[in-house]
């Protein structure tokens, strides 16, 4: 399996994330925020500047993360067309970074997630899109129609359409208070959907604290990944800060300063505890470095 982080969870400055990546042994990046400016509002020579830094470090891009479906459901056809366009421009800007995944959600929920509802307007949302070129992959997310794997394997069937992957993070799970135990039951659900794993350590439904000293039994989460031979992105969310606690406003739009403030310190810190858990479980991350399968910018 391949170790990342998402990138400003530790820095807004990409130069500065890439580097620290690279020394603390991670393979890979998975791009956000940078430089202050939000994912999905980040011009061509931005991500071209990006992808550039991380191949430079000896890094791969591990993913992209906009905000394509995390939003309310539309009730127009106006809003739908606003949220076939993010998508679609996600995709684009995911090709021009060479990210493996465009990372969504299942919208915002309203009382109890309704993935079947949600599958039918995002059917509409999607069609057009072109899936074809940078694969989809549904995230577990903490406020949509899909917090635990089993919505999201209920949504996925709804929307009937193969291609897309989940992207599983069960510290979502846990702070929705959907499932305060997501592994190993929830996690055999959906394994063989899934395609990318977020790192982070909930405290019930409190703040997020450093890895291992919440309620998600990761050392057996990166154990059972390597048995059933699990070769994709494990990839930090950190989400903790030290000193302070993210707010649901800054989880909901985690870019810019105000989100990665304090983030340097703390994110670093647990990615030493993830290369650790990786390590113990006898499947060490491929090794970033100049001579790891470096990504030319441009190729």
Known sequence: M???????????????????????????????????????????????????????????????????????????????????ALVTDSVRRAELLGAPFVRIFTFYRQGDPDPRRAAAAAREVLDGVPLGRVP????????????TMRHTLEFLDALGDDRLGILWDPGNSVFSGWDPAPFPQDYALGRERIRHVHVKDPDGRRAYVRLGDG?????????????????????????????RVLNQAQRD???????????????????????????????????????????????
């Open 136 to 147: 989809l992959l549904v995230e577990t997310g903490m406020r949509t129609n899909s917090p």
């Open 2 to 84: 391949r170790l990342a982080v998402i990138n400003d969870e530790l820095s807004q400055d990409i130069e500065q994330a890439a580097a620290t990546t690279s020394r603390l042994g991670f393979d890979g990046l998975e791009i956000r925020s940078s430089g202050g400016v939000a994912p999905h509002r980040m011009d061509d020579a931005a991500l071209a500047r990006i992808r550039s830094t991380v191949a430079r470090h000896g890094l791969r891009v591990a993913g992209f993360d906009p905000p394509a479906l995390k939003c309310e459901l539309p009730r127009t056809a106006a809003e739908t067309d606003s949220a076939r």
């Open 215 to 243: 309620d998600l039994p990761w050392p057996a989460i990166i154990a059972r990944l390597a048995e059933d031979g699990y070769r994709d992105w494990i990839s930090l969310e950190t989400h903790w800060r030290i000193g």
């Open 253 to 299: 739009e985690p870019w810019g300063e105000e989100f990665t403030a304090g983030g340097f310190e703390a994110s670093s810190t647990c990615m030493r505890l993830l290369r650790e858990m990786t390590r113990s479980t006898g499947e060490d991350a491929v090794p970033a470095g100049p001579d790891a399968h470096t990504v030319e910018a441009g190729a």
